[in-house]
C-alpha cells in the first residue's frame, strides 16, 4: 500500500529490491462491479486464445519458472485478494464468502475452497493492522497446504529485510508488526519468524497465471516488463512507476494504468493485470487492470476478485485502524 516516504528505503537502509534480493540478481522476495456477495461483478470477456506465455522463449519460461513468476500448476480458478495489512477479521470474513472453510485438522489455520480454487495474496500481508501474525500464519499455513500464492509487497520487503537485521526505519506501521512478533511467546516465535522469512525470501514480484491470460504483481508492471526480470522490474512492481518526488518527501507516481497501451498489449487479447499497493475508493477497471487495494486498514473494504468469472467480493472493514494515509 501506498504510504508516503517510506515506501522506499533512503540511502541508510541501503538498496531494496525483491524475492530475496531478485534472488541474488537471478533468483527470486469501467466499474468492477463490486458487490458484497460472490453472485454479482463484472462480465467482462475471457481471452479465448493464447495468453502472452505462448510468446515467451522456452529457454526463458523455465527461468520463469525457477524465480517462481510462473507457479508450477498457474491455471484457474483463482480469489484474488487485495492489501490485507493485519485485518484478520475482514480476512476470515472475506474468505467465508468466498465459499473457503479452514482445513479439518487440530491447530489447522489453512483453508481450502471445495471447488479446488486458489487464493492468490497481492502482497502488504502486515502493518498497520490489528492480528499480522494471524494474517501470517493463515496465509503460511494456506500457500504450504497448496490453497494459496502470493507476491510480495513493499511493506512485506521492508519487514524482511527488518527480520534480516537490515537497517531500515521503524515507521509507518512497521513498528506495530514488530511489537505483534514479540508478543508471541518462545519457541513460537523462532519458529515463526524462520517460516515468516521463507515466505517472502520466494515470494516472486509478479505471477504469470492461465498461461499469461492473468498477471498479478503488488505496485505495478508494464507490459514491455512481462516475461522478463531484473532489478529494476523487482523494484517497480513493489513501489510503482515513481517519476519523482513531492516537497514532503512524498512519491510522485504516474497512472501506469491509464497509461497503458492497450491496443499495442493486444486489444482484448491484453493479459488482465490484477494489482493493489495505492488504495482506492472503489474499484474499477482500466486499460484491463484492477486496483484490489479498497484501503480496509483505513476503514474501507477488503476486496477480492474471482477469476476466471471476474466478478468482485467485498467485505466492509469493522474500523479504521490507521489514519496515516497518503494518496
Not at 202 to 210: E, F, K, R, V
Amino acid at each position: 500500500m501506498e504510504n508516503g516516504r517510506e515506501d522506499q528505503p533512503d540511502e541508510r537502509e541501503g538498496r531494496s529490491t525483491t524475492q530475496s534480493e531478485a534472488r541474488e540478481a537471478e533468483r527470486p522476495g469501467m466499474d468492477a462491479g463490486a458487490s458484497d456477495g460472490a453472485g454479482a461483478g463484472a462480465a467482462l470477456d475471457i481471452n479465448p486464445g493464447a495468453g502472452v506465455m505462448a510468446e515467451i522463449d522456452p529457454f526463458q519460461v523455465a527461468r520463469l519458472r525457477g524465480l517462481g513468476i510462473i507457479p508450477q500448476n498457474d491455471r484457474p480458478p483463482f480469489d484474488i485478494i487485495g492489501d490485507v495489512h493485519g485485518c484478520i477479521e475482514e480476512l476470515r470474513e472475506l474468505l467465508d464468502k468466498l465459499g473457503y472453510a479452514r482445513v479439518s485438522g487440530e491447530g489447522s489455520e489453512a483453508y481450502a475452497h471445495p471447488q479446488g480454487r486458489r487464493l492468490v495474496f497481492v502482497g502488504d500481508l502486515e502493518d498497520r493492522g490489528p492480528a499480522s501474525m494471524a494474517v501470517l500464519r493463515l496465509v503460511i499455513a494456506t500457500r504450504d497446504a497448496g490453497h494459496a500464492l502470493l507476491v510480495i509487497g513493499n511493506h512485506d520487503n521492508k519487514f524482511l529485510r527488518w527480520l534480516r537485521g537490515r537497517n531500515v526505519r521503524i515507521g509507518h506501521g512497521l513498528e506495530k508488526t514488530i511489537e505483534q512478533l514479540d508478543a508471541v511467546p518462545q519457541p513460537r516465535r523462532a519458529a515463526l519468524r524462520d517460516q515468516i522469512e521463507a515466505l517472502y525470501a520466494t515470494a516472486p514480484g509478479y505471477l504469470l497465471l492461465d498461461g499469461g491470460r492473468l498477471v498479478v504483481t503488488h505496485g505495478a508492471i508494464l507490459d514491455s516488463m512481462i516475461g522478463e526480470w531484473n532489478e529494476r522490474i523487482a523494484n517497480f512492481c513493489l513501489y510503482a512507476d515513481v517519476v519523482g518526488r513531492a516537497a514532503d518527501g512524498r512519491p510522485i507516481r504516474r497512472d501506469w494504468g491509464a497509461a497503458r497501451d492497450l491496443a499495442a498489449a493486444g486489444g482484448d487479447r491484453a493479459p488482465y493485470i490484477v494489482y493493489g499497493h495505492n488504495p482506492v475508493p472503489e474499484l474499477s477497471w482500466v486499460n484491463r487492470t484492477l486496483d484490489l487495494d479498497t484501503g480496509a486498514v483505513y476503514g474501507g473494504h477488503l476486496s477480492a476478485l474471482r477469476y476466471p468469472e471476474l466478478e468482485t467480493v467485498q467485505v466492509a472493514a469493522r474500523r479504521a485502524y490507521s489514519t496515516h494515509k497518503h494518496v
